[in-house]
C-alpha cells in the first residue's frame, strides 16, 4: 500500500537500522522457518510519535515484511550465535533473523530491550493520563457514550497505543444524586451531542478505511502467496549455492589451513635441523673432551704409578740414609775413642822421648 508507505516516512523515523535475513515461522507446522527476504535487507527500529509506539520495520522493495509494534509483554530470544526471533501476537506469527555476526545480533538484542522498556514506560503514562482525562468527568451528569471501535490497521493494534478519538474525549460516568441545575445540564448534553457527532464521522472515516484494507487484503494475500512461492524457490536456489559456496569456501580455508601448516612445519624443520647441528657440535666437542679426558686420566694413572715407585724409592732412600747416618755415628764414636787412645798413646811417646832425651843427656 503506498499510502502506508508515504504514512510510516511522515510520521516515524528510524532510530537504529541494521540487516539481516528475514524469516517467518510457517503457519502450518509452527516448526520451520520461511524466509521473507531473497537477501540481507535493512531493519530498522522506528518510533512513532503521534502514537507514541516503537516498531519494528523491514521493506523488501515496496513489501513490508516486518511491520512489528514492541510491547511490553514481548521478548527477543537468541536461539544461536546469530540467530534470535520474537513473536508478535497481534500479527499471529513468529519473527526470525539472521545476521552476519554475534556482534550485531548482541546490538539488536539491546536495542529490543531498550525499546520495549520505553514502550511500557510509554504505556503506564498513556494510563496515567487516561486517568486524569477521565477523572473530571465522573463529576457530571448524562448518559454513557461508548468510543466506536476502532479496526486494527497495518501501523498497530488500539491495545498498543493510544487511540486518536479517545484522546480528544472523556468517557462520562453515571449519574451522581446531586444532580447540577437544568440549563448546565442543558449544555453538557449539547457538548456531548456535538462531541457524539465527532466520533461518529471519526468512526465512519474508520469504517471506511477498514473497508479499504479488507479489500486490500485478498490482493496482498494473492501477492503473498505468488512472493512464498518465488521466496521458496529462490531459498532452495540460494541453499543450493550455498551449499556450494560452503564446500569450495571449505576446501579453500582447508587448503589454507594446510599451506599455512606446511610453513610451519618447514619452520619447525629448519629450527631441529640447526638444533640437530648444534647437537652434533655439541657431540663433536664432548668427543674431543671425552678423548682428552680418558688421555689426562692415563697419565694420571701413570704419574699415580709412577708416584707410587719414587715414593717406594724414597722410604728405601730414607732407611738407607737413616743406616748410612746410624754407620756414621758409630764411626764417629769409634773414630773419637781411636782418637782418645791416639792422644794417649802420642801422651806416653812424648814422655818416652822426653825421658830418652834426658837419658841421653846423662849419659
Known amino acids: 500500500n503506498p499510502q502506508h508507505h508515504t504514512k510510516i516516512k511522515v510520521l516515524e523515523q528510524p532510530i537504529f537500522s541494521t540487516r539481516a535475513h528475514v524469516f517467518q515461522i510457517d503457519p502450518n507446522t509452527k516448526k520451520n522457518w520461511v524466509p521473507t527476504s531473497k537477501h540481507a535487507v535493512t531493519v530498522s527500529y522506528f518510533y512513532d510519535s503521534t502514537r507514541n509506539v516503537y ?76 486517568e486524569l482525562t477521565s477523572t473530571p468527568s465522573q463529576e457530571s451528569a448524562g448518559g454513557d457514550l461508548q468510543s466506536p471501535l476502532t ?32 440549563s448546565h445540564s442543558s449544555a453538557i448534553s449539547k457538548h456531548w451531542e456535538a462531541e457524539l457527532a465527532t466520533l461518529k464521522g471519526n468512526n465512519a472515516k474508520l469504517t471506511a478505511a477498514l473497508l479499504e484494507s479488507t479489500a486490500n487484503v485478498k490482493q496482498w494475500k494473492q501477492q503473498l502467496a505468488a512472493y512464498q512461492e518465488e521466496a521458496e524457490r529462490l531459498h532452495k536456489r540460494v541453499t543450493e549455492l550455498e551449499c556450494v559456496s560452503s564446500q569450495a569456501n571449505a576446501v579453500h580455508t582447508h587448503k589454507t589451513e594446510l599451506n599455512q601448516t606446511i610453513q610451519e612445519l618447514e619452520e619447525t624443520l629448519k629450527v631441529k635441523e640447526e638444533e640437530i647441528e648444534r647437537l652434533k657440535q655439541e657431540i663433536d666437542n ?10 689426562l686420566t692415563q697419565k694420571l694413572q701413570e704419574v699415580e704409578i709412577r708416584n707410587k715407585d719414587l715414593e ?3 722410604s728405601d732412600l730414607e732407611q738407607r740414609l737413616e743406616k748410612s747416618q746410624n754407620e756414621q755415628e758409630a764411626f764417629r764414636n769409634n773414630l773419637k775413642t781411636l782418637l782418645e787412645i ?14 830418652l832425651a834426658k837419658l841421653l843427656e846423662c849419659s
Open 312 to 314: 717406594g724409592q724414597l
Open 55 to 130: 516498531r519494528i520495520i523491514s521493506l523488501d522493495g515496496s513489501k513490508a515484511i516486518i511491520n512489528s509494534t514492541i510491547t511490553p509483554n514481548m521478548t527477543f530470544t537468541k536461539t544461536s550465535q546469530k540467530f534470535g526471533q520474537w513473536a508478535d501476537s497481534r500479527a499471529n506469527t513468529v519473527y526470525g533473523l539472521g545476521f552476519s555476526s554475534e556482534h550485531h545480533l548482541s546490538k539488536f538484542a539491546e536495542k529490543f530491550q531498550e525499546f520495549k522498556e520505553a514502550a511500557r514506560l510509554a504505556k503506564e503514562k498513556s494510563q496515567e493520563k487516561m
Open 286 to 295: 664432548a668427543r674431543e673432551l671425552q678423548e682428552q679426558r680418558d688421555s
Open 151 to 182: 479496526p486494527e490497521s497495518i501501523n498497530g493494534t488500539d491495545d498498543e497505543r493510544t487511540p486518536d478519538v479517545t484522546q480528544n474525549s472523556e468517557p462520562r460516568a453515571e449519574p451522581t444524586q446531586n444532580a447540577l441545575p437544568f
Open 342 to 355: 791416639l792422644d794417649g798413646k802420642i801422651f806416653e811417646l812424648t814422655e818416652l822421648r822426653d825421658n
